[in-house]
């Protein structure tokens, strides 16, 4: 069993920065694939940023080149930084780990995101 609890939400100005954590409970951190997803009101929830146990990355073509993902497995945490915040960015962000090997699947409660323009 995986909790996981977001924080580092808020509202900034657009081209302002925010960095995200979620901090993961449990054992055995690392054998997890974590992300960050989003959701906007009235839409659906969407892929924002994940990284592998592997330290891989991956973005949406929507943040590349602005957000970065990180991880650090010695403190059960995994960061997005997120820079150049745009008015199209603001939505919940939630915080999600996948087991690599039984893909047991895990979201945080969310943190609210607002930019304003």
């Known amino acids: 069993q995986v909790q996981l609890v977001e924080s580092g939400g808020g509202l900034v100005q657009a081209g302002g920065s925010l960095r995200l954590a979620c901090a993961a409970s449990?054992?055995?951190?690392?054998?997890?694939?974590m992300g960050w997803y989003r959701q906007a009101p009235g839409n659906q929830r969407e892929f924002v940023a994940t990284?592998?146990?592997?330290?891989?990355?991956n973005y949406a073509d929507s943040v590349k080149g602005r957000f970065t993902i990180s991880r650090d497995n010695s403190k059960n945490t995994v960061h997005l930084q997120m820079n150049g915040l745009k008015p199209e960015d603001t939505a919940v962000y939630y915080c999600?780990?996948?087991?690599?090997?039984?893909?047991?699947?895990?979201w945080g409660q969310g943190t609210q995101v607002t930019v304003s323009s």
């Open positions: 999600n780990a996948v087991h690599k090997f039984t893909y047991q699947n895990y």
């Open positions: 449990g054992r055995l951190f690392g054998l997890y694939n």
């Open positions: 990284i592998t146990s592997g330290d891989s990355t």
